[in-house]
């Protein structure tokens, strides 16, 4: 699909531009309307399991509701208009559920990006990018690539220790002390395990030639391809036009200081 | 003479922190095409020589290297960094930890675009390493999917495509099971028959090598070369020698050491001479003790699928099979470790969800494949008495009881040592010793011997033995089929999470099917049979 097969530093650096114009927009109709437009660019131009998608994004919409609600009840109220609005049984200030309405909005939108990022984007083919396109140095990014490797494995030895503190008759944690010196005697097992296998794979990179040099050729070539400008003109058109129809209704404010 | 490729001169290593030297003066010469053995008891410097063929040392070495190594003529520190993998190639024994990659395919370009081959020619030499190995069908799959064998033959994949000289393996098989072992020393062999190139293998377990390693270099203890000759020959003559240092030696020989007879011992079980006491065994039937462990329609997840088992009291069972066929899942539900998915576990005919924790606890114990994961105190003499602190022994006996388990695992002395500062025996007998502190009755190990050399291995089987002798039950995950042949009275094979078989081991070796079980005849029936091979013309005619 398009999505996926975009040059990943293209994307991830559209991404960043958008979340940074978006921060300045200070109304809830235009985040609302773009949000809308990248769930439909997301889920139509890329290829994934709908239902992960769900999972992942029912975190940022409880955290976009704790932002909302505590900006609410926080903040001093509005004395600008008298009108009012009805919310759980209790009276806010309406400019008040405009505002934090706004901040809500803007963090689901950050989300969606993200997600649309993260669900259409292969990490290994990201960082290889990022050192074709961006120059990260290698020692760095193929640094993060074992690392990434080690994630699971690290999981199974950190579930491997602790069945086997348990069988040491460890008891499960009850009160704060206990569950710090618990996790205190599980550090150094795991610790002892990931610092031996980074050595190992250190030495076994070393002796496949690795020096770290910025000097290597690539078996998968990462290229930016006239296509590859499609996506950002896309995003940002999309907001673009969704900027001037909520300036065409009245609804659009910038960012002017507000706190 | 053939073109010399590997030479070192006067070769010592010193680590930072010790005091005596890892290699002492090592002189070597290796020639093109060799195929070389390097021998030694645990510590005694392979690994550090390794790092100094592969010009790892002295680059980074914390420590001092004096002495020169060449390869191919030319001194090591006078290569650019990363110029000498183009020359030497390593294949480690860990299979998880010699990929940075996520697919076979990066993996083994990861190599190439290092050495800065063009983009072309680096896709063909991808293919064709793969096809070398036979793992054409695998190009595309993730490293994490596949079997531990297969990890392995990546490895050598990896080395391969760069097409270096000199290929180093250092102990290459120490995690497979014995059909993956056998698979990957054939392999080897048509590889080297095929491409030419000249290899060092470190390897603890000689069956299986003995065919195509024609020199050996044996290491002492204190890192100076104890010998350098043809391996056949220093075998036949000199088993006794490396016998005493450590060296596990082939069945064959390490046999005909045992019953004292004249040089020159043999090999291969074929050559040995047939004893007069080996007849048909006849077995007796030991009464089984009462039920201790049973399990009932045991299904986990899809690792392991509807298994019934029992186990009695004063049993000695062994648990093998494929890598990754659910033994360890297996020993862990009947341990109580793991909660199967559905089917019930009985301990001494009571349901283990209406045990205890802690009373469990006094009947199992569980020695895990790394002994780090279980040690929880700073001092060797805390370990052992941490599961006693709780058990309301007054603090006298507890000590008594401390230091009698030390001292039956041959431990005393160690009580103020920290337990990761032990040497890997050590820290296996200080797993069994934390286990067996409490009386339990019930002991599982998974894979004991792992990473141990001959005498560390004697040293834990002959104090398991003695456990067994006392009435301890004993349940070990085990590849080793020598281990299941000397010790086992029942063997448990697990086959894609199934009991595939559940009787005695002499029923298992007659099984016709003991290769799709990824199983191998112990050396000792592999004799019998060629006894019973050279008597058939007597009983046919």
Redesign the interface.
Known sequence: MFLHDLNPTVKALTIIGLVFLLAFLFDPVTPLIYICGTMVVTFWFGTFKKKHYVYYFLPFLLFAFGMFWTTLVFTDKSTASEENLSLFGINFPAEDVWVATSLGLRVLAFATLSLLFLFTTNMVHFILSLIQQLKLPPKIAYGVLAGYRFLPMLKTEFQQVLAAHRIRGVNKPETWKEWIVQYQRMAIPLLAGAIRKAERTAVAMESKGFTGDRDRTFYRPMKIQRKDWIFPLMMFGMLGITIALSVYFGYFSFYGGEL | MRNPILRTENLTVTYEEQQSPVLQDINILIEQGEAVLLLGPSGSGKSSLT?CL???FPR?LDGSLTGNVYIDGQNTTDYQ??????K???V?Q?P????????V??EI???????????KA??EK?DQALQWVGMTDHKLAK??DLSGGQKQKVALA??LA?EPEVLILDEPTANLDPVATRDFIDLLKHLKQKLGFTLLVIEHKLEGWLTFLERVIVFSENGTINHDGPLHHHLQFHAAKLDTMGIRLPFATRTSLEEHRQPPHPLFVTDLPDPPSLQEETFLEKAKGDALVSMKHATWKSIIHDVDVTIHEGEWIAIAGENGSGKSSLS?IL?G??KPSSGTVFLKGRPLKKWA??AL?KEI??V?Q?P?????ADSVYDEVA??LR?SGIAEEEQQTLVQETLAFCRLEGMEHQHP?LLSQGQKRRLSVA?MIVDQQRLLFLDEPTFGQDERSTAELMALLEQKHDNGITIVMITHDMELVDRYADRVLVIKEGRLAFNDRPEKLWAHDNLASFHLELPPREQWKRTIKHKEQPYVST
Do not use: W
């Open positions: 790092h592969n010009g790892l980074e960094p990363g110029e000498i993998a183009r030497v190639g390593v480690f860990d998880d930890t010699q990929f940075c990659m996520i697919t395919e990066d370009a990861f190599g190439l675009e290092n050495l800065n081959i063009p983009h680096m896709v991808v490293i994490s990896c080395i760069m862990k341990a470790i793991q924790q802690q606890r114990g569980y895990f790394n780090e994961h279980q040690f929880i941490f599961s709780h990761f934390t």
